[in-house]
């Protein structure tokens, strides 16, 4: 069953804050800001995220998946999040 | 009609002009947009007269702190056309380093990119007129910035007539070393041109190869895939950054890349996605690799992604830009090397007193050929340590300070280096350049930084942190503050924190007897 999308958004965040930018203020991390421009994420952060959402979610996520679309704000992590849970 | 001679770095975009064809060709594809050869010829040599008409004369420098963008490549071409000598910086480069690297260099053009400008702005204010600022993307509200499209826009297009000879400077390349600082190398047009020449002839390129490009160009290895693609006609894709692998295949595919450059760490990543999901790339005939070793299992598993590709082990350093790479015919009978010299380069393999060394014993590695570098700018005592007299009067032969292996058929094997330096992502990280950065770190009061095996990294950095008395920090907090002060790759990804560190008979700290301590708890994220 699909969660809510604020508990979705707030596992996100809480993952991003602890494990990326090391911070514990919330307003460190805007839900619509790049995460790329903001140098928060680099080549290997990506994966760490989908193998986070992967496990906290139970998805799967396929490499062609692996876009920014889908992975550079916070906001785009919580829609691709909804429209698998919809889809698996 | 007679043929150009290629003597400078930036001839072979010159002569595109002789060719009429290649005036409409890609020259490069950045964001998925193509730019043609006639496009940058005509913008790189307004941006030339441009930065002709504001001041920038023969020999001077010009930091390009930029991303892998269009004006990055631009003003790679402009720079050489104007004359100067381009000092590529890395964009993750936060405001010390890069202040530092301004002043040694005495850069009197900086040319960079609206969304970093948090990085370069403090450093404007002390430097004023000395200093001209040309920013592509968003302007930052500030007084005596130039917008990159507005001067090229503004410029009128002259042919080059800067004067330039082989022997001037063409690149001044900062690189970390041993000694914390990061130090230029000094590369000319000359040593350049031959490089670029020796690479596209062993890697069998031609004018059809569509190159892609996913390492910063403030990297020599990325740089050289632009200078390759140019000097042959051929095509660069160039992205950004390997962060959204599936962007990159969705290019790949479009623009039927032929051409694949990585490091270890791109290659892992690859595999991981690999195993999620199949991936094949039948268009790619050529893929390289340098910065740290490629396992021998790694390379076997590529082949299902790469079922066409000829793969290249590869070993240099940007003092010379390359040593060596195996014969990809090879790849199975030479197991763990990385091959010969590069065409028109040798190698020797020295002992410390230079000695040459028996065909299986280990020696210090010295390379000889055009493309060693002139020496680190304003380092002097830094190049005596590095390049040695060679055979002939004057001659410099580079002494790369790595420990290697030779078979009785002339093959080399890495050994280990004679120094500390961590190879982490393929980026070289000096522990002591990232111990001085966090003892300025409010309440570090002792640290040391070694590299540990990682699977994804090659290396990973490991910094053992004594805190100062009364204060509380976690590694978390400490990793945060350290992304603040260094490039992302410096940033060590393990912190432990002590309550002291064991020192050697002489007082310095035992970075062997650190490693060694089996049970300490590491904080890692």
Known sequence: ?88 | MSQRATRLLHDALLASADFPERAHKPAVVTEGIVHTYGELLDSAQRLASALADRGVVRGDRVALYMDNTWPCVVSIYAVLMAGAVILPVNPQTKSAKLDFILEDSGARVLITDGHIAHEFLPLLDRRQAALTVICSGELPDTQGIECFDEVIRNAPLRPPCAGTIPLDLAALIYTSGSTGQPKGVMQTHQSMVFAVGSLVEYLRLGSDDCLLCVLPLSFDYGLYQLLMATHLGATLVLERSFTFPAKVFARMREFGVTVFPGVPTIFSMLLSMHRREPLRFEQVTRMTNTAAALADATTVQLREIFPHALIYKMYGLTECKRVSYLEPELLDAKPGSVGKAIPGTEVLLLTTDGQPVPAGETGILHVRGPHVMLGYWNRPDLSARMLRPGRLPGERVLCTQDYFRMDDEGYLYFVGRSDDIIKSRGEKVSPVEVENAMLALDGIREVAVAGVPDELLGQAVRAYVVLQPGYAMSGGQIRAKCMALMENFMVPQQIVLCTDLPRTANGKVDKRALLETATVELERS
């Open chain 1, 1 to 88: 069953m699909a969660q809510q999308a604020t508990e979705i958004e707030s596992k996100i965040r809480g993952y991003i804050l602890e494990n990326l930018l090391f911070s514990d203020n919330a307003a460190d991390l805007a839900n619509d800001a790049s995460l790329l421009e903001q140098g928060v994420i680099d080549s290997t952060g990506v994966l760490e995220i989908v193998m986070f959402l992967e496990g906290e979610f139970g998805l799967s996520i396929r490499a062609s998946e692996m876009l920014p679309e889908n992975f550079d704000t916070v906001d785009n992590m919580v829609r691709f999040v909804l429209r698998l849970q919809g889809t698996q």
